[in-house]
């Protein structure tokens, strides 16, 4: 039990000289403000701090301080000032209560209805105090984890999301340095990242989440704690970011040590593992609240090897006959999955589509056998379902990102079945070209020990020097 009862009673028996409650992930932080108002020492950064980011109000206010870029914002107070705030910066929004685990109670409202069913919700009469802002779509997420002493960053790790902004980062894959950011974005994102550091003196780790599209960086929230992230950019960097932080937090003499990113040939990713197969009815999707139950970190020597090492990891069965289901309703989506699927086909993949899909893909010159959604058990064409569920299609590609209600049913029931019936699937537009891309570049997976990974920059090489490594066939 993480209660305030309970730390209080050790507390007392104990007689520590203070108590550390950046490492425990979201209770410790909400324990944070009562704690220190029961005569508790909190190490590190102070509670006021804590309170300042968990509450999106005051943190959204401190960054406007700041000159700090954000998504558009308001508090809500009632149901009418969010309606107008929504019609305003125009939908979709992201609704966020305060003081939450795991995105629990979020969500990303895409019209009128949707606003109006979540502010008459459960969650929103339980929470403290609900921030509506613009989301962007089409933006790249950045993960900055970083270490700091009264306020100066010691050490930072910048990775970034395969999926655009909107997938929660717990079910986000990440990839480590990031590969494909802007030297003005990173530039941007170290500008921002110190000038929070500063006004919330932050002591010990933290943990900022942003977001870029077209090098503009926006902040999403901050997170005074070590985040899941800390343990893979410790393994990537060889690096223990948590001994940093914990030095600084309990005074300890602490000194930076840089990491020349530019000087590491090796890549790490991680990637999130689902339970979907045990949860009966849910709906395999990505969104902005949690749904992952563990997950798996892999290193390669580019991003396609390591990648595709993280998904096997993962439980992701590769597709060995090559027949995969490819059906999109966002039209913009089919046109930005034209490459993979062209890809795919060159590869010899036998590719099947919901008729949609499927006229779309005609017209990029990608062969396709048409099956019959769902939603139309009138039409001739063969079941999708039935074909899932007989093994014809060892590969799903659904991205839940339908156009109407009847689309994202059929997205659903598309995807339910991949899960029930032990199909390996892609829900997302990213990982899905990605993966084709992989599956292009990637012919044999070098498994190595992480030594030799460590071993690999190319500056200081020795002529000679050569790494061994067993050769593992991915078909």
């Known amino acids: 039990e993480l209660s305030l009862e309970r730390v209080l009673d050790i507390w007392d028996r104990e007689n520590p000289e203070g108590v550390i409650v950046s490492v425990g992930g979201q209770i410790p932080n909400n324990l944070a403000m009562p704690l220190s108002k029961a005569g508790v020492n909190i190490l590190g950064t102070s509670p006021e701090s804590i309170d300042q980011c968990e509450d999106r109000n005051k943190f959204s206010a401190l960054l406007d301080t700041l000159n700090v870029d954000q998504p558009r914002w308001t508090e809500v107070t009632d149901l009418n000032s969010a309606l107008e705030f929504a019609q305003e910066v125009q939908y979709p929004v992201l609704v966020r209560p305060s003081y939450v685990l795991s995105g629990a109670g979020m969500i990303v409202a895409s019209d009128e209805d949707q606003l109006r069913d979540y502010l008459s919700s459960d969650a929103v009469k339980m929470s403290r105090s609900i921030t509506v802002s613009k989301f962007i779509l089409n933006a790249k997420e950045i993960e900055f984890d970083g270490v700091a002493k009264d306020g100066a960053i010691l050490n930072y790790a910048m990775s970034e999301h395969v999926e655009n902004a909107g997938v929660h980062s717990g079910d986000a894959t990440l990839v480590l340095p990031a590969q494909k950011l802007y030297v003005g974005t990173i530039k941007q994102v170290k500008r921002i990242a110190s000038a929070i550091a500063q006004a919330l003196d932050i002591t010990g780790p933290f943990n900022i989440q942003l977001m870029a599209r077209a090098n503009d960086v926006k902040v999403i929230e901050c997170n005074l704690r070590a985040s899941r992230t800390f343990p893979f950019i410790s393994k990537t960097f060889d690096l223990n970011f948590i001994n940093l932080a914990t030095k600084a937090m309990i005074g300890l003499p602490v000194k930076s040590v840089p990491i020349a990113l530019i000087d590491i040939d090796y890549v790490g990713v991680k990637a999130p593992q689902f339970s979907f197969t045990r949860l009966h009815g849910a709906d395999p999707s990505l969104g902005v609240e949690m749904a992952s139950t563990g997950e798996v970190a892999c290193f390669g020597t580019d991003m396609h090897e390591a990648y595709l090492k993280a998904l096997l990891s993962a439980g992701f069965k590769m597709p060995k006959e090559k027949k995969v ?27 099947y589509a919901t008729p949609g899909t499927h006229e779309y893909l005609t017209t990029q010159g990608v062969k396709s056998i048409a099956l019959r959604k769902p939603s139309d058990p009138e039409s001739d064409l063969p079941s999708v379902i039935d074909y899932i569920s007989s093994g014809k299609i060892e590969l799903v590609i659904n991205v839940p990102e339908g156009t109407n209600r009847e689309e994202l049913t059929s997205g659903y029931k598309i995807r339910r079945a991949a899960v029930d019936f032990g199909v390996s699937l892609i829900n997302n537009i990213k990982c899905a070209l990605l993966f084709a891309q992989a599956m292009q570049k990637v012919r044999k997976l070098e498994i190595c020990n992480i030594a030799e990974y460590y071993a690999m920059p190319t500056i200081g090489w020795r002529p000679g020097q050569k790494l061994t490594a067993r050769k593992m066939s991915i078909f």
């Open 325 to 351: 289901l490819i059906s999109i309703g966002n039209q913009d989506i089919k046109r930005e999955f034209a490459e993979g699927a062209l890809i795919l086909q060159e590869l010899g993949y036998t590719i």
